[in-house]
């Protein structure tokens, strides 16, 4: 088997393909067809989402474990087109930069199925210390 170039020699690494399809349609729970379609250019998506300004399914660790239970998305926002939406290289430099020297997923899902800040614990300690929520932001 060939090697890659940046493999570390006496190490086996395990192959893992990402579907690279885009502009795929799925069928939503009420039978509507979605198409993914990217978060940038997309005429139907003039300003793509940068922040809260759109209605999300709840990131928090109890939302998390009531859509795990009934199934995924399943409070529903109406969120499909964001929920299923992606990033090209040239939409994020530095972390197709980053994607090509590192990996940067672990098979695609969080470390902790809750908010943000666990997970970014998680990221720069391999634990949450505990947490399971954000803070609450002081005013």
């Known amino acids: 088997m060939a090697r890659h170039r940046r493999a570390v020699p006496g190490r086996r690494a395990r192959r893992f393909h990402v579907d690279g399809r885009v502009d795929v349609s799925y069928l939503n729970l009420e039978g509507h067809e979605v198409t993914a379609t990217p978060l940038v250019g997309n005429p139907q998506f003039p300003n793509p989402w940068r922040g809260c300004g759109h209605p999300v399914p709840g990131h928090g660790w109890f939302a998390g474990r009531e859509q795990l239970t009934k199934g995924f998305l399943a409070p529903r926002t109406g969120n499909d087109e964001y929920a299923i939406g992606y990033y ?52």
């Open 88 to 139: 090209r290289r040239e939409d994020l430099p530095f972390y197709a930069k980053l994607a090509d020297r590192f990996t940067i997923c672990d098979h695609h899902f969080a470390s902790l199925m809750g908010p943000t800040f666990p997970n970014r614990q998680y990221l720069h300690s391999a634990q949450s210390g505990g947490e399971r929520d954000d803070p609450i932001p002081i005013r």
